[in-house]
Protein backbone atom coordinates (compact mmCIF):
# COMPACT_ATOMS: atom_id res chain seq x y z
CA UNK A 1 0.00 0.00 0.00
CA UNK A 2 1.19 3.49 -1.23
CA UNK A 3 -0.16 6.79 -0.96
CA UNK A 4 -0.14 6.74 -4.66
CA UNK A 5 -3.02 3.78 -4.42
CA UNK A 6 -4.62 5.53 -1.53
CA UNK A 7 -5.14 8.59 -4.04
CA UNK A 8 -6.40 6.18 -6.92
CA UNK A 9 -8.79 5.33 -4.38
CA UNK A 10 -10.13 8.66 -3.33
CA UNK A 11 -10.35 9.69 -6.58
CA UNK A 12 -12.85 6.44 -7.93
CA UNK A 13 -14.82 7.79 -4.83
CA UNK A 14 -15.37 10.68 -5.93
CA UNK A 15 -16.04 10.69 -9.40
CA UNK A 16 -17.58 6.75 -9.43
CA UNK A 17 -16.43 6.74 -12.62
CA UNK A 18 -12.43 4.51 -13.82
CA UNK A 19 -12.16 7.25 -16.75
CA UNK A 20 -12.94 10.35 -15.24
CA UNK A 21 -10.89 9.31 -11.85
CA UNK A 22 -7.92 8.27 -13.95
CA UNK A 23 -8.05 11.75 -16.06
CA UNK A 24 -8.48 13.55 -12.89
CA UNK A 25 -4.67 11.32 -11.33
CA UNK A 26 -3.24 11.86 -14.86
CA UNK A 27 -2.64 8.13 -15.17
CA UNK A 28 -4.69 6.00 -17.77
CA UNK A 29 -7.57 4.29 -16.97
CA UNK A 30 -6.23 0.47 -17.02
CA UNK A 31 -3.03 1.97 -14.86
CA UNK A 32 -5.83 2.75 -12.45
CA UNK A 33 -7.91 0.18 -12.29
CA UNK A 34 -4.69 -2.23 -11.90
CA UNK A 35 -3.85 -0.76 -9.05
CA UNK A 36 -7.30 -0.67 -7.01
CA UNK A 37 -7.29 -4.46 -8.01
CA UNK A 38 -3.61 -4.37 -6.26
CA UNK A 39 -4.81 -2.66 -3.55
CA UNK A 40 -8.07 -5.31 -3.11
CA UNK A 41 -5.66 -8.09 -3.12
CA UNK A 42 -3.55 -6.08 -0.24
CA UNK A 43 -6.18 -5.94 1.92
CA UNK A 44 -8.16 -8.89 1.30
CA UNK A 45 -11.55 -7.25 0.53
CA UNK A 46 -13.52 -5.90 -2.08
CA UNK A 47 -13.57 -2.06 -2.34
CA UNK A 48 -15.70 -1.65 -5.48
CA UNK A 49 -18.80 -2.96 -7.32
CA UNK A 50 -18.25 -2.84 -11.12
CA UNK A 51 -21.39 -1.80 -13.37
CA UNK A 52 -21.54 -1.62 -16.90
CA UNK A 53 -22.70 2.22 -16.29
CA UNK A 54 -20.73 3.60 -12.89
CA UNK A 55 -18.63 2.27 -10.11
CA UNK A 56 -20.25 2.04 -6.45
CA UNK A 57 -18.28 1.71 -3.60
CA UNK A 58 -18.74 -1.27 -1.22
CA UNK A 59 -19.44 -0.34 2.47
CA UNK A 60 -16.21 -1.22 3.64
CA UNK A 61 -14.98 0.75 0.52
CA UNK A 62 -16.62 4.05 1.64
CA UNK A 63 -14.90 3.47 5.36
CA UNK A 64 -11.32 2.68 3.47
CA UNK A 65 -11.64 5.75 1.26
CA UNK A 66 -12.83 7.97 3.86
CA UNK A 67 -9.65 7.17 5.79
CA UNK A 68 -7.34 7.55 3.11
CA UNK A 69 -8.65 11.13 2.37
CA UNK A 70 -7.75 11.44 6.06
CA UNK A 71 -4.42 10.12 5.61
CA UNK A 72 -3.21 12.64 2.05
CA UNK A 73 -4.83 15.24 4.12
CA UNK A 74 -2.72 14.65 6.75
CA UNK A 75 0.59 13.91 4.55
CA UNK A 76 -0.83 17.55 3.07
CA UNK A 77 -0.01 19.47 6.12
CA UNK A 78 3.14 17.65 6.91
CA UNK A 79 4.15 19.05 3.02
CA UNK A 80 2.62 22.56 4.35
CA UNK A 81 4.38 22.69 7.90
CA UNK A 82 7.85 22.33 5.52
CA UNK A 83 6.68 24.97 3.55
CA UNK A 84 5.63 27.17 6.00
CA UNK A 85 8.77 26.64 8.37
CA UNK A 86 11.31 27.73 4.97
CA UNK A 87 9.03 30.60 4.37
CA UNK A 88 6.41 31.58 6.36
CA UNK A 89 4.27 34.22 3.89
CA UNK A 90 4.92 32.35 0.94
CA UNK A 91 2.93 29.56 -0.63
CA UNK A 92 -0.33 28.44 -1.77
CA UNK A 93 -3.82 29.30 0.60
CA UNK A 94 -7.32 27.82 -0.79
CA UNK A 95 -9.55 30.25 0.16
CA UNK A 96 -13.61 28.92 0.07
CA UNK A 97 -16.15 32.15 -0.55
CA UNK A 98 -19.54 32.32 -0.42
CA UNK A 99 -21.59 34.36 -3.80
CA UNK A 100 -23.03 36.85 -1.85
CA UNK A 101 -20.47 38.54 0.04
CA UNK A 102 -17.55 37.29 -2.48
CA UNK A 103 -17.99 39.32 -5.27
CA UNK A 104 -18.26 42.23 -2.82
CA UNK A 105 -15.54 42.07 0.01
CA UNK A 106 -12.83 40.92 -2.51
CA UNK A 107 -12.34 43.88 -4.59
CA UNK A 108 -11.43 45.52 -1.06
CA UNK A 109 -9.71 42.95 0.50
CA UNK A 110 -7.06 40.81 -1.91
CA UNK A 111 -5.17 44.13 -2.35
CA UNK A 112 -4.61 44.66 1.28
CA UNK A 113 -3.66 40.95 1.45
CA UNK A 114 -1.21 41.35 -1.65
CA UNK A 115 0.36 44.18 -0.19
CA UNK A 116 0.70 42.39 3.35
CA UNK A 117 1.53 39.16 1.97
CA UNK A 118 3.54 39.63 -1.57
CA UNK A 119 4.56 36.37 -2.03
CA UNK A 120 1.49 35.11 -1.36
CA UNK A 121 -0.54 33.04 -4.06
CA UNK A 122 -4.62 33.22 -2.52
CA UNK A 123 -6.36 30.55 -4.60
CA UNK A 124 -10.11 31.76 -4.32
CA UNK A 125 -13.26 29.46 -4.53
CA UNK A 126 -17.04 30.47 -4.69
CA UNK A 127 -19.21 28.13 -3.20
CA UNK A 128 -22.42 27.84 -1.41
CA UNK A 129 -21.67 27.94 2.54
CA UNK A 130 -22.51 23.77 2.80
CA UNK A 131 -20.28 22.95 0.26
CA UNK A 132 -16.91 25.12 1.59
CA UNK A 133 -17.50 23.23 4.53
CA UNK A 134 -17.66 19.74 2.97
CA UNK A 135 -14.56 20.72 0.92
CA UNK A 136 -12.92 21.92 4.25
CA UNK A 137 -13.25 18.58 5.73
CA UNK A 138 -12.16 16.88 3.19
CA UNK A 139 -9.20 19.20 3.06
CA UNK A 140 -9.83 20.46 -0.78
CA UNK A 141 -9.72 24.36 1.02
CA UNK A 142 -7.64 25.90 3.64
CA UNK A 143 -9.76 28.55 4.76
CA UNK A 144 -13.41 29.73 4.25
CA UNK A 145 -15.13 32.90 5.11
CA UNK A 146 -18.62 31.95 6.32
CA UNK A 147 -21.67 33.65 7.61
CA UNK A 148 -21.72 32.67 11.82
CA UNK A 149 -23.70 30.94 13.10
CA UNK A 150 -21.50 27.70 12.04
CA UNK A 151 -22.17 24.46 13.59
CA UNK A 152 -19.17 22.32 12.49
CA UNK A 153 -16.82 21.32 16.06
CA UNK A 154 -13.81 20.28 13.65
CA UNK A 155 -13.39 24.02 12.40
CA UNK A 156 -11.70 26.78 14.20
CA UNK A 157 -14.07 29.90 13.83
CA UNK A 158 -12.01 33.93 13.82
CA UNK A 159 -14.47 36.77 13.94
CA UNK A 160 -13.83 39.19 11.32
CA UNK A 161 -16.68 41.84 11.04
CA UNK A 162 -20.22 42.34 11.50
CA UNK A 163 -22.05 43.89 8.20
CA UNK A 164 -25.21 45.39 8.46
CA UNK A 165 -28.47 45.05 6.30
CA UNK A 166 -30.55 47.52 4.16
CA UNK A 167 -33.63 47.34 2.29
CA UNK A 168 -33.95 48.40 -1.08
CA UNK A 169 -37.41 49.63 -2.50
CA UNK A 170 -38.10 50.86 -5.91
CA UNK A 171 -38.25 54.93 -6.04
CA UNK A 172 -42.14 54.47 -5.89
CA UNK A 173 -42.62 52.18 -2.97
CA UNK A 174 -44.22 53.88 -0.31
CA UNK A 175 -41.25 53.08 2.39
CA UNK A 176 -39.22 55.27 0.40
CA UNK A 177 -41.38 58.55 0.81
CA UNK A 178 -40.72 57.56 5.22
CA UNK A 179 -38.74 60.01 7.37
CA UNK A 180 -35.63 59.25 9.40
CA UNK A 181 -34.14 55.58 9.88
CA UNK A 182 -36.42 52.23 9.30
CA UNK A 183 -37.56 50.22 11.90
CA UNK A 184 -38.17 46.35 11.82
CA UNK A 185 -42.04 47.01 12.67
CA UNK A 186 -41.97 49.14 9.55
CA UNK A 187 -41.78 45.66 7.31
CA UNK A 188 -44.49 44.58 9.19
CA UNK A 189 -46.88 42.66 6.87
CA UNK A 190 -44.24 43.32 3.74
CA UNK A 191 -43.44 40.85 1.66
CA UNK A 192 -39.44 40.17 0.58
CA UNK A 193 -37.76 38.99 -2.27
CA UNK A 194 -35.03 36.57 -0.74
CA UNK A 195 -32.55 34.21 -2.85
CA UNK A 196 -33.31 30.22 -3.42
CA UNK A 197 -32.58 27.64 -0.92
CA UNK A 198 -28.94 27.14 -0.09
CA UNK A 199 -27.65 30.25 -0.02
CA UNK A 200 -26.91 31.52 4.04
CA UNK A 201 -28.18 34.89 3.07
CA UNK A 202 -31.66 33.81 2.18
CA UNK A 203 -31.85 32.12 6.11
CA UNK A 204 -30.70 35.49 7.53
CA UNK A 205 -33.26 37.03 5.84
CA UNK A 206 -35.97 35.30 6.74
CA UNK A 207 -35.05 35.18 10.76
CA UNK A 208 -35.67 39.00 9.84
CA UNK A 209 -38.85 38.63 8.20
CA UNK A 210 -39.76 36.76 11.36
CA UNK A 211 -38.77 39.25 13.68
CA UNK A 212 -40.54 41.93 11.81
CA UNK A 213 -43.51 40.45 11.18
CA UNK A 214 -42.47 39.94 7.35
CA UNK A 215 -43.29 37.24 4.49
CA UNK A 216 -41.58 35.92 1.66
CA UNK A 217 -43.00 37.17 -1.72
CA UNK A 218 -44.77 34.01 -3.15
CA UNK A 219 -43.33 32.51 -6.96
CA UNK A 220 -40.37 34.25 -7.01
CA UNK A 221 -36.37 32.92 -5.43
CA UNK A 222 -33.55 34.78 -6.90
CA UNK A 223 -30.13 32.85 -7.97
CA UNK A 224 -28.00 35.88 -7.13
CA UNK A 225 -28.13 39.45 -5.35
CA UNK A 226 -27.84 40.98 -8.68
CA UNK A 227 -31.07 38.96 -9.86
CA UNK A 228 -32.68 40.60 -6.68
CA UNK A 229 -31.26 44.00 -7.59
CA UNK A 230 -32.43 44.32 -10.63
CA UNK A 231 -35.59 42.72 -9.56
CA UNK A 232 -36.55 45.58 -6.90
CA UNK A 233 -35.41 48.28 -9.92
CA UNK A 234 -38.49 46.45 -12.18
CA UNK A 235 -40.56 46.96 -9.46
CA UNK A 236 -41.45 43.14 -8.84
CA UNK A 237 -40.67 44.08 -4.45
CA UNK A 238 -38.23 44.76 -1.88
CA UNK A 239 -35.98 43.02 -0.33
CA UNK A 240 -32.36 43.22 2.32
CA UNK A 241 -29.18 43.91 0.54
CA UNK A 242 -25.63 43.60 2.55
CA UNK A 243 -23.71 46.66 2.87
CA UNK A 244 -21.04 45.75 1.05
CA UNK A 245 -23.45 44.66 -1.75
CA UNK A 246 -24.39 48.54 -2.39
CA UNK A 247 -20.84 49.75 -1.99
CA UNK A 248 -18.35 51.17 -5.03
CA UNK A 249 -17.20 49.06 -7.09
CA UNK A 250 -20.88 47.85 -7.55
CA UNK A 251 -22.12 50.33 -9.90
CA UNK A 252 -25.80 51.89 -8.49
CA UNK A 253 -29.03 50.93 -10.33
CA UNK A 254 -31.76 52.78 -11.53
CA UNK A 255 -34.89 53.12 -9.38
CA UNK A 256 -33.44 51.74 -6.10
CA UNK A 257 -34.05 53.78 -2.84
CA UNK A 258 -31.87 52.20 0.11
CA UNK A 259 -32.98 52.99 3.90
CA UNK A 260 -30.79 52.68 6.64
CA UNK A 261 -32.49 50.53 10.06
CA UNK A 262 -32.60 52.45 12.98
CA UNK A 263 -29.94 50.89 15.83
CA UNK A 264 -29.52 47.69 16.18
CA UNK A 265 -29.56 46.82 12.57
CA UNK A 266 -30.17 43.49 11.27
CA UNK A 267 -26.68 42.25 9.80
CA UNK A 268 -24.77 39.02 9.43
CA UNK A 269 -21.27 38.27 11.28
CA UNK A 270 -18.94 37.41 9.20
CA UNK A 271 -15.49 35.08 10.16
CA UNK A 272 -12.63 33.02 8.95
CA UNK A 273 -12.61 29.14 9.66
CA UNK A 274 -9.90 26.61 9.04
CA UNK A 275 -9.62 22.75 10.43
CA UNK A 276 -8.11 22.76 13.73
CA UNK A 277 -5.51 20.63 13.11
CA UNK A 278 -4.65 22.87 10.16
CA UNK A 279 -0.24 22.90 10.29
CA UNK A 280 -1.31 26.98 8.96
CA UNK A 281 -2.85 27.91 11.76
CA UNK A 282 -0.35 30.54 12.38
CA UNK A 283 -0.48 32.19 9.40
CA UNK A 284 -4.18 31.68 9.01
CA UNK A 285 -4.41 34.04 12.02
CA UNK A 286 -2.37 36.38 10.41
CA UNK A 287 -4.08 36.24 7.08
CA UNK A 288 -7.52 37.02 8.90
CA UNK A 289 -5.99 39.92 10.79
CA UNK A 290 -5.64 41.23 7.19
CA UNK A 291 -8.98 40.84 6.47
CA UNK A 292 -10.28 42.44 10.18
CA UNK A 293 -8.49 45.69 8.68
CA UNK A 294 -11.53 46.43 6.22
CA UNK A 295 -11.99 50.42 6.13
CA UNK A 296 -15.19 50.80 8.68
CA UNK A 297 -16.69 53.31 6.15
CA UNK A 298 -17.69 49.99 4.07
CA UNK A 299 -19.64 48.69 6.59
CA UNK A 300 -21.36 51.57 7.00
CA UNK A 301 -24.72 52.01 5.09
CA UNK A 302 -24.92 55.87 5.63
CA UNK A 303 -23.09 56.71 2.53
CA UNK A 304 -25.61 54.82 0.57
CA UNK A 305 -29.07 55.43 2.57
CA UNK A 306 -28.09 59.08 2.87
CA UNK A 307 -29.77 60.37 -0.86
CA UNK A 308 -33.19 62.30 -0.05
CA UNK A 309 -36.25 60.15 -0.69
CA UNK A 310 -38.16 60.66 -4.18
CA UNK A 311 -40.40 63.63 -3.82
CA UNK A 312 -43.82 63.40 -5.86
CA UNK A 313 -43.83 65.66 -8.56
CA UNK A 314 -47.34 67.22 -9.03
CA UNK A 315 -48.88 66.93 -12.38
CA UNK A 316 -48.77 69.93 -14.90
CA UNK A 317 -51.91 71.95 -15.06
CA UNK A 318 -53.11 73.39 -18.63
CA UNK A 319 -52.18 77.04 -17.27
CA UNK A 320 -48.63 75.71 -16.66
CA UNK A 321 -48.51 74.02 -20.26
CA UNK A 322 -49.90 76.80 -22.01
CA UNK A 323 -47.31 79.35 -20.51
CA UNK A 324 -44.70 76.80 -21.80
CA UNK A 325 -45.95 76.91 -25.22
CA UNK A 326 -46.30 80.37 -25.44
CA UNK A 327 -42.46 81.12 -23.92
CA UNK A 328 -41.47 78.28 -26.65
CA UNK A 329 -43.36 79.93 -29.44
CA UNK A 330 -41.73 83.72 -28.61
CA UNK A 331 -38.31 82.16 -29.01
Given amino acids: MNLRDLHYLVALAEHRHFGHA ?3 CFVSQPTLSTQIKKLEDELGVALVERTPRKVLLTEVGREIADRAREVLNEVEQIRAVARRTRD ?3 GT ?4 IFPTLGPYLLPHSVPMVREAFPKLELLLVEEKTETIVRLLREGKLDAGILALPLHEDSLHVEYLFEEPFVLAVPQSHHLAHKQGQLKLADLSHESLLLLEDGHCLRDQALEVCHLAGAGERNGFRATSLE ?4 MVSAEVGITLLPTLAVKPPVAPSGNLHLIEFKHPAPSRRLAM ?3 KSSAMHGFLLKLAAVFKR ?3 ELLDPRSVTATPAPSVVA ?3 KAAKSTRAARSGDA
Fill in 294 to 296: LPP
Fill in 227 to 230: TLRQ
Fill in 93 to 96: VRLG
Fill in 22 to 24: AEA
Fill in 273 to 275: VWR
Fill in 88 to 90: PES
Fill in 315 to 317: PRT
